[in-house]
Structures are given as structure tokens and as C-alpha cells.
């Protein structure tokens, strides 16, 4: 089955960059889109980021496009988002998701706490 381990997060300025890192588990991890999530406190997980199997393909939501990088090397198993010029509004418990056939894995890891300050 897969697993899924965020790393990266941390406590930043307004106007400074982190880099989260994933690690999924299995041999297959190159056949899978990736994305990355987030869940502001009190507030449902949100879509972020996504990129194709191929790492060809990758689509972003508005409020990030030209401030997040999302890319993957198949070979380390990893996926990466890159975060310039983070704002508060940034604030969240990153997640990352494997998507398996036409759906998202039913099973999260533990996120990675990304906090703004203003």
C-alpha cells in the first residue's frame, strides 16, 4: 500500500520561500499523479498543486500560480513544492495525495505545519 511522509515545513516570514518534500512508498510511485494539499484551522483541506506521472503535466490554483513549484523525481520517489513569496494566508498543515486511477488515495499522512508571519 502507500504511504505518504510530508517534510520541509517551518515557521517563515512574509515574502520568504520554503520547500516541502514527500516521500511515498512503493514501486509504482512513477505510474501515479501527485498533488499536494492544505487545511487552514477550521477550515475543510483544500486543493494546492498537482503534477502529472510523467512530471510533463502540473496545474496550481490561482491564489499560488507563479508562487509555487510543484515538481517530482521518480527515481528518489519524492515530490516536491517549492513556496516563494508565501504570505499569511499560506498559513496551513500541507498535505500531499497520491492519485490512483481516476481517485485521490483514501489514506493521508500527517501533513507538514507551513506558519506565515506577518
Known amino acids: 500500500q502507500v504511504q505518504l511522509v510530508e517534510s520541509g515545513g517551518g515557521l517563515v516570514q512574509a515574502g520568504g520561500s520554503l520547500r516541502l518534500s514527500c516521500a511515498a512508498s512503493?514501486?509504482?510511485?512513477?505510474?501515479?499523479?501527485m498533488g499536494w494539499f492544505r487545511q487552514a484551522p477550521g477550515k475543510e483541506r483544500e486543493f494546492v498543486a498537482a503534477?502529472?506521472?510523467?512530471?510533463?503535466?502540473?496545474h496550481y490554483i490561482d491564489s499560488v500560480k507563479g508562487r509555487f513549484t510543484i515538481s517530482r523525481d521518480n527515481a528518489k520517489n519524492t515530490v516536491l513544492l517549492q513556496m516563494n513569496s508565501l504570505k499569511p494566508e499560506d498559513t496551513a498543515v500541507y498535505y500531499c495525495?497520491?492519485?490512483?486511477?481516476?481517485?485521490?488515495?483514501?489514506?493521508w499522512g500527517q501533513g507538514t505545519q507551513v506558519t506565515v508571519s506577518s
Open positions: 495525495n497520491a492519485k490512483i486511477g481516476l481517485r485521490w488515495y483514501e489514506y
Open positions: 512503493g514501486r509504482t510511485f512513477s505510474s501515479y499523479a
Open positions: 503534477i502529472s506521472w510523467s512530471g510533463a503535466g502540473t
